[in-house]
């Protein structure tokens, strides 16, 4: 399956971060598969979810993934390709609680707010407003991710998430980004979650890696705030978000969908 930067630059975007996933993660083998609308990587202290809805029948046809293990390579030109590979990189018991993870995880999620994209300050606000600890190493994936929405498990279903998924991390946050084409009959989504195995503030070494800003009560005073821009540049995210402007049909909505898709 060839994905073409150009022609399904979302698609191309989240595959960009599985593979980013993958490459920092080399040490661990990827459990990457498909499941007809949604394709699902766990690797390591990470897991992400691509998930294709249509309620146009061509589009659905074309977009469906085999229930079969899958590689993803990068071909010279920034395309990327998923394959079928020969076998699953796990036991069939770890590939079990993998799905009841991910079959679980998104409804009992609560939504906590919205990070801006390219925003320096993003990874100190994280923290601060969901008590979670992120490591600076992932601000290149929140990046390509655009302007996700921030979820954590619900508290209140702790004993239940523990009970239904097993010994998967509490305190994963999860972003979550989504766009609309054909206006508004097919909606593509992605969801990046973090720290689904350990929660990197019981690690001390990352502790002593991590790099905080310290944060003011009020995150306008960020802006007075004599700090280090980072060095990276956003070409490539702004190249892609300017493809799925092109791509993207505007729909004019009367009233606001207060539908939590994370739910769903």
Not at 197 to 202: H, I, Q, R, S, V
Request: charged content about 30%; some cysteine; overall charge negative.
């Amino acid at each position: 399956m060839l994905i073409k930067k150009n022609e399904e630059p979302f698609f191309h975007r989240f595959l960009s971060i599985a593979k980013e996933i993958i490459k920092k993660n080399s040490a661990y083998p990827p459990v990457f598969y498909g499941d007809d609308e949604k394709l699902y990587l766990v690797c390591n202290n990470y897991a992400a979810v691509y998930d294709f809805q249509s309620n146009l029948l061509l589009d659905d046809e074309l977009r469906e993934f085999g229930k079969i293990p899958y590689e993803l390579s990068e071909l010279p030109n920034g395309d990327m390709m998923l394959s079928k590979a020969e076998h699953f990189n796990c036991q069939e018991s770890y590939l079990i609680a993998v799905r009841n993870f991910f079959k679980h995880a998104g409804y009992l999620s609560r939504k906590v707010f919205s990070v801006e994209k390219g925003d320096p300050y993003k990874i100190p606000k994280i923290v601060e407003v969901t008590n979670r600890w992120i490591s600076e190493d992932d601000n290149k994936i929140l990046d390509r991710i655009g302007s996700p929405d921030i979820y954590l498990l619900d508290e209140e279903r702790d004993s239940e998430f523990t009970t239904l998924t097993g010994d998967w991390n509490q305190c994963y946050l999860a972003a979550y980004d989504q766009i609309e084409l054909n206006g508004g009959q097919t909606t593509i989504a992605m969801t990046i979650y973090f720290n689904i195995k350990d929660d990197p503030k019981n690690n001390a070494y990352d502790q002593q890696e991590m790099e905080f800003v310290q944060q003011p009560a009020e995150y306008d005073s960020f802006e007075n705030m004599d700090v280090e821009e980072p060095e990276e540049t956003y070409r490539e995210e702004q190249e892609l978000d300017s493809l799925m402007n092109e791509t993207i049909i505007e729909e004019t909505r009367g009233v606001e969908d207060e539908f939590d898709p994370m739910r769903a």
